[in-house]
């Protein structure tokens, strides 16, 4: 299991809805994904700048960085001057604030093992603060009552509470590329009530590998997540459901379906992906076989190619206009507007259907233009 803790902070929310999934996903393989990878090599980055940026002494990572981009960079620049702006509002109130970076927050006195790292802490007279970067693009990350922070906060209590009086606990999510900045706000004793109340005895089943499975969101971050039968059930209970006459969906019937089709469907690619991987390992599934997939022609040699058609007396390469994000990087932000700024628009994004919490405002569709003339 190497560093992970079978109930470590980031897979609490996971393991706090089910506690059982502790135990399974223990056994399972832990397979690394190229987004964690991005996300690793995000955290140095932030680690460095942030470093950097307080004057304290650190070595410049970049170079061993495997996805290091011009977005990342952006992102650790706007990750450090949020915790330096952060810093500053610490010292309005308190001589001699605290920061730690990369921090081992230790929560085992709730949680068997508990522990994490906390990507930067900033301790003044009162409160504690958690601030938590996320590389992630897919999920929209809310601080509030996020298991996974409050965790966090428990260990920086376990830190600095005697040291300081503290008594209120923030919690920050910095989510850049989701222009993301979430702050939860609560009181140590609330803090505590929950720990004592919910982390505590679900800790415990989870531990003992007990509990019960529950199937949900969260799945999605479970290593048995293809194959578990919970999942499978949760799932199916759609597909059973029991449409009655007339023959067609009513609207109430697709809005229900509505609600769970996202989930059904990345259930539905696990499981595939899953088969996928088994039957190449020579899993025999009744009724299916591994074909080869459509595929295009390619050039074996593109410098070779280039060479033979230039010899021949044609012009191997084709211009285009560089992309908007290129040209502005060659252009830089303040020519690109005053050259382009006029000939770049946004068109129209593709409707989608999405639930009413979205922050974004509603389009307005046929009927209400019809309605309004
Ligand atoms: S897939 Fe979901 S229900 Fe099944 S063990 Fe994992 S978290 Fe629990």
């Known amino acids: 299991m190497g560093k992970h803790a079978l109930l470590s902070a980031s897979s609490s929310h996971r393991w706090l809805s089910c506690p ?20 690793t090599d995000a955290h140095i980055l932030c680690e460095y700048k942030l470093k950097k940026m307080l004057g304290m002494d650190c070595d410049d990572p970049t170079e061993s960085l495997s996805f290091y981009d011009e977005e990342m960079e952006e992102c650790a620049d706007g990750y450090a001057g949020f915790v330096v702006e952060q810093l500053s509002k610490a010292k309005e109130i308190c001589t001699d604030p605290v920061v730690l970076i990369e921090q ?3 929560f085992s006195k709730y949680v068997c093992e508990g522990f994490g790292t906390g990507d930067c802490v900033i301790v003044a007279d009162g409160t504690v603060s958690v601030i938590d970067y996320k590389h992630g693009l897919g999920v929209l990350v809310s601080a509030e009552n996020n298991p996974q922070m409050m965790c966090y906060a428990l260990g920086a209590l376990e830190l600095f509470d005697g040291i300081y009086d503290v008594d209120t ?7 850049p590329r989701r222009e993301n900045i979430s702050t939860f706000i609560i009181s140590k004793a609330e803090l505590i009530q929950w720990a004592e109340t919910v982390l505590v005895p679900t800790a415990k089943l989870a531990y ?9 969101e969260h799945c999605q971050f479970c290593k048995v997540k293809a194959t578990c039968r919970k999942r499978m059930e949760y799932n199916m209970e759609l597909a059973r459901y029991d449409f009655e006459m007339p023959a067609t969906l009513s609207e109430e019937e697709i809005a229900v379906i509505l609600t769970k089709v996202d989930e059904l469907s990345a259930w ?62 060659l252009l830089g932000k303040k020519k690109f507007e005053e050259l382009l700024g006029s000939l770049v628009y946004k068109p129209q994004g593709k409707p989608t259907l999405v639930p009413e919490s979205d922050k974004r405002s509603a389009m307005n569709t046929a009927i209400e233009d019809f309605s309004e003339n």
């Not at 059982?20 to 996300?39: F, H, M, N, T, V």
């Not at 606990?169 to 989510?175: G, K, L, R």
């Not at 003992?208 to 949900?216: D, H, L, P, S």
């Open 20 to 39: 059982p999934s502790a135990r399974l996903c223990a056994d399972g393989e832990d397979k690394g994904s190229e987004y964690a990878r991005q996300g």
């Open 104 to 106: 081992k927050l230790d």
């Open 169 to 175: 606990v923030s919690m920050t999510i910095y989510q």
């Open 208 to 216: 003992a590998g007990e509990g019960e499975f529950k199937a949900g």
């Open 268 to 329: 539905a690619e696990d499981v595939k992906e899953y088969a996928l991987t088994q039957a190449l390992a020579g899993t025999k599934y009744t009724g299916f076989k591994v074909v080869e997939g459509r595929s295009n022609r390619k050039y074996t040699d593109e410098t070779k190619v280039a060479a033979v058609v230039s010899d021949a007396g044609f012009d191997p390469y084709e211009k285009e206009v560089a992309g908007i994000t290129a040209m502005q990087k």
